[in-house]
Each structure stands twice: as structure tokens, then as C-alpha cells.
């Protein structure tokens, strides 16, 4: 006697027989008891949930002697001849093959013929979704105007293809995926009905393999009883797939997590020397490791598709690695896979993934190469290594700095508490009010003790590179409003930006709005005045100074200082400022005459101050 394969012989004959689609199954039965058949229907949903059986079942119940029924016998005539495919009122087309207009013309030719023995024709569409546009055009007509006996049933698995304007004309019905559980107890119904003797592991081995689609979990069911002498078994099931057991799963896991390299490879190297497909066993993996993931949060999602026997191990191993650690292996293997994908070596991927989860090889990140640019800086300045600091301070926390609360002068009595002002009171440091003989060490020591807090709001006022150019700098003195910064003598660059307008405005501005006045600023390097910025506190420009031109373009008279400025920078040096700037209208010399700039652009590209 020919076999009959298991999918085929197994395939539901009655609405009770089909699994998993509840309501689906209780619609069709309400509505042929009810005489409320549609004239067409969509089923759709993946590939081996039974949307044919169902069109088929359907046929059947409208067609059988005993009918219309929801409980076709399977013995009559019209039953016999749906189940052998020789119904002459039951066409089905496969649409994949039979795609083109001429096939829905033919189609539509013999719709309008009485049926031969039955009471509906039923047409069963599969794979509609492949249709082409014409054909598409042409159906629609013949489901806009159906003859009164034809009842249309199409299947799809790809719903999103279908137009529309049929899908509107049609009851649409979406059919579930079946889980693990449910498969497996499909299967085994059909193994104690074959005699097949079975382990309940090797049936969920085979369902999670068939990823919800009955027919495929049949066909390979029916696979391993011709290989298996004997019972069937996981360890059969894991031979004949290809994959790996559980123990390797969690061995790899546990080699990885204790940073075990050589151990790792090893099992890449042992699955390809006994022919395993690498791919499949990363698949294998990384799912082992999804259920890692979710045990401690949704044990019922992580084991739902696990065997009794696999959870005392998992849970185990579950307990013992954090999330974050599977997380961090899982993301690994997701990009292992996808350079697989683009054409790369499959083992050599995967080893390369495996030495960097043990090793901890990782790409470094920004603010690495930020802390080792600045490493570097002070050594080409200092010709000493200083680490960068490690604590964070929020904006406001000066380092070494006494709380300045301004005091009431003698004679004045407390102020009063209900008084209170919004903004922070500024503190004026002596020396800025620019009168004559006023000792400005109190001041100095002030504006030195916030310099590091100078520099970050110079920062967050979107002036990183003023804050870079300034940082090499210390405060020396104040006197009569004439603030001087000095600058180390190899530090020559930083002191002719510091010199430019929109540095030293910057560095006003924020001094201005931090302790209430504007000094007059003046750089130096080694004792040596290089450049002046600035205007008296009043604003009232000093007697006796000479005028320049860029002081007449600002209505601004020039400081003392300015006397002893050195010529401007050549056009080459202020075409490179220029381009940190950001200026676009500037003629750009892209020669890098000192090593220093590269810092500057550096931190310019990275954008520090954020």
C-alpha cells in the first residue's frame, strides 16, 4: 500500500479537527447553521495554520447530503469526492502559478454555471496575494456581482499584498501561529495513533523547529519515524536537524560569561569539525540566551517553549548571570549574524565575536579618546602625565572655592529675611570698579577660585573652543579694572587667540554676567604683554589712548594696554581661526604649522562643551 504522508493523512476533516483557530471555526459554524455564508472570504495568516483545511471543511459542510451543516460526515458522496480532490464544484487554484488574466478570465467564464452535484461551488483561491494587477482588476468585477451559488474562499500569507478594494469585499479571518504546547500536543496525538513511540522531548524539540506551522511539525514527525530505529529521542531529532543539546548551550554560555576564550573556541571548533552548521547553532544560541533573558522578568514567556527537562539547567544559569551581561552577548551575536548575512566567513565571525566577549575587545568610545587626547595635551605642555579627574560636580560646585556671601557693611543692620531676589546675588571682586589705588588682591583671588567655573559656563554658552584657549591661562592680577591673564611661554598659540574679539568678548561677557562687571583684559606670556581686550568697567573709555581701527568700528576707545599688543596675527593664522569659527566666508590656509592646533580642532570636532 502507498504511504500517505502524515500532514496529508492528518489534515482536518471536520470544523472540531481544526486546532487553534477557536474563533475562526465558531463564525463558519454559526453562519452555515444561520444560512449567513458570505459570498467570499480572506483567510490569511502564517504558512501550515490550516486556512485550506478550513476552506475545504467549508465546502464540505455546505455541500454534504446531510446539509447545509457545521458537522459534515466525510461519508457522503459530495464529502468523499472534496477530501480526493474530484469535486466538480470545488476548484482550487493556486494562484502562484496561475497568476495572469487569463487564468481569471477563464475563471470568471465558468462562474456563472449551475453546480453538478452540490448546492454552492466553492472556489479556493491560495497564495491570492500573487496575483498581478489585471488579474487582480478582474476578480474584483466577478466579487462586486458573485452569482448567487459561489461562495469564494481566498488564502494568503502575505495579507499586506492584497488590494484593498478586496479585502473590503470580503470577511477577512486572521489565523493564529500555534505555540510550542499546543503542537506538541497535536503530535502527539497523531504519534499514539501511528504507534509511534516518542519522548516527550524529542515532540518539543520538533515543534519549537516547526515555528507554529502544523504542517511542517507533521512532515518532520513523519520524517524521524522512517529515520529513528526505535523510539524517537531528542538526541535523534538534534542529529538529524543538525543542532546542538542544551549542554552545549549552556557550557558556551558559562564560557563566555567567565570570560573562558580558549574554551569558547573550542566549541566552534569542535561543531565544525563534526560538520555542524555554525549558523544554525548561533540561531540556537542566541535564542538560548533570549530565555536567559526574560526567566528572571516573564518566566511563563521564557518557558513556554522549553521542555521539563531543560529548566532545572536554565534556571540555574539564569540565576547566575545578570541580564546585563546576556543582553551585552546577545547584541554581539545579532551583529555577528548580520556581517554573516553581507557575505562574511560564518566561523570566523563568530570567533571573532567569541575572543571579544571574553577579552572584553570593544571599540573605544568618545569620551575614552576625549580622556586620552587630554592625557596627551598635558604632556606635550607639562612633559608630565596628569589623569584626567574622575568625579563629576553639578554646575555651580567649584573645587577649593569659599562660599562668597556678601556681608553688610558696618553699621548697617541685617538685612531684612522677607527680601529675597530670584537670581543669585552678584559679587563684584575688588579692583573691578577701576578706582584709583583699591587693592585688587581679594579680587584676583576670587575671579582664581571660580576659573574652573569661568571656563564651564564659557562651555555651556556653546564656546568650547574660547573655554580650550583659556584654560591654558591662569589669572595674575587685577588692578583698576585691567584684569591680566597669563599664559606659559610655550603655550604662544593660545595666547594670540586668546587676543581676538570673539575670544576675549566671550570671556567678558561671562565674567560680566558672573560677577556683575566687565574688566578690561589684558594676556601675556612670560611677563610679556601680547594683547588687551576690553573697556573700563564704567564704560567710559581711559584718557590718553591711542585709537585703532578696530576700536573706531565699535564707537570703543583703546585700553592702556593696547600700545604694548603685538602686530596682528599673519592672514594665514587668522584664515585658521576663522575656520574653527566656523566661518564660511573665509579663505581657509589648511597647513598646520603648530601641534597645538590639532588639540584645539580636536576639541572642537568632539564638541566638549556639551
Known sequence: ?????????????????????????????????????????????????????????????????????????????????????????????????????????????????????????????????????????????????????????????????????????????????????????KLREIADAEGMETEAAALTLVSREARGSFRDAEGLLDQLNSFADGPVTASKVRELLGGTGPEVLLETTDALYERRAADALRVVDQLQNEGRDLS?????????????????????????????????????????????EVVRIIEALGDAVSRAKRGGDGKLELELTFLKLARDYEEPQVDALVRRLETLEKIVENGSVAMPPTDARPSGQVVGATPMIPTAAEGEGPAEEDEEDDETEKV?????????????????????????????????????????????GQPASLEDGLLVITFPEESDFYTKEAGKPRHSEALGNVLEGRFGARPRLEFR?????????GAPASGVPAPDEPETPRHRERGEAAS????????PPEPEVEARGREMAGARDSEVDDVIRDSREVFVMARELFDLGD
Request: contains cysteine; proline residues 6%.
Open 525 to 533: 606670556v612670560a611677563g610679556n604683554t601680547v594683547a588687551a581686550s
Open 280 to 324: 544554525r547553532f548561533t540561531g540556537e544560541l542566541i535564542a538560548h540566551l533570549r530565555r536567559l533573558m526574560l526567566l528572571p522578568h516573564a518566566p511563563e514567556v521564557a518557558l513556554a517553549e522549553v521542555g521539563q527537562e531543560e529548566r532545572a539547567g536554565l534556571e540555574e544559569q539564569a540565576s547566575r548571570i545578570p541580564t546585563a
Open 428 to 472: 563684584t571682586p575688588a579692583g573691578f570698579g577701576g578706582e584709583s589705588g583699591q587693592d585688587g588682591a581679594a579680587g584676583i583671588e576670587v575671579i582664581g577660585a571660580q576659573w574652573g567655573q569661568v571656563m564651564q559656563d564659557l562651555k555651556d554658552r556653546k564656546q568650547a573652543l574660547t573655554a580650550t584657549v583659556f584654560a591654558e
Open 560 to 567: 592702556p594696554a593696547a600700545s604694548y599688543a603685538a602686530p
Open 1 to 185: 500500500m502507498r504511504h500517505v504522508s502524515l500532514y496529508r493523512k492528518w489534515r482536518p476533516r471536520t470544523f472540531d479537527a481544526i486546532a487553534g483557530q477557536e474563533p475562526v471555526v465558531r463564525t463558519l459554524r454559526r453562519a452555515i447553521e444561520t444560512g449567513r455564508v458570505a459570498h467570499a472570504y480572506l483567510f490569511s495568516g502564517p504558512r501550515g495554520t490550516g486556512k485550506t483545511s478550513t476552506a475545504k471543511v467549508l465546502a464540505m459542510g455546505l455541500n454534504c447530503e446531510k446539509g447545509p451543516t457545521p458537522e459534515p460526515d466525510g461519508t457522503c458522496e459530495s464529502c468523499r469526492a472534496i477530501v480526493n480532490n474530484s469535486s466538480m464544484d470545488v476548484l482550487e487554484m493556486d494562484a502562484a502559478s496561475n497568476r495572469g488574466i487569463d487564468e481569471i478570465r477563464d475563471l470568471r467564464d465558468r462562474v456563472n454555471l449551475a453546480p453538478v452535484g452540490g448546492r454552492m461551488k466553492v472556489y479556493i483561491i491560495d497564495e491570492v496575494h500573487m496575483l498581478t494587477t489585471e488579474a487582480f482588476n478582474a476578480l474584483l468585477k466577478m466579487l462586486e456581482e458573485p452569482p448567487e451559488h459561489v461562495v469564494f474562499v481566498l488564502a494568503t500569507t502575505e495579507k499586506h499584498k492584497v488590494l484593498p478594494t478586496i479585502i473590503s469585499r470580503c470577511q477577512s479571518f486572521d489565523f493564529r501561529r500555534p505555540g510550542v504546547a499546543l503542537l506538541s500536543e
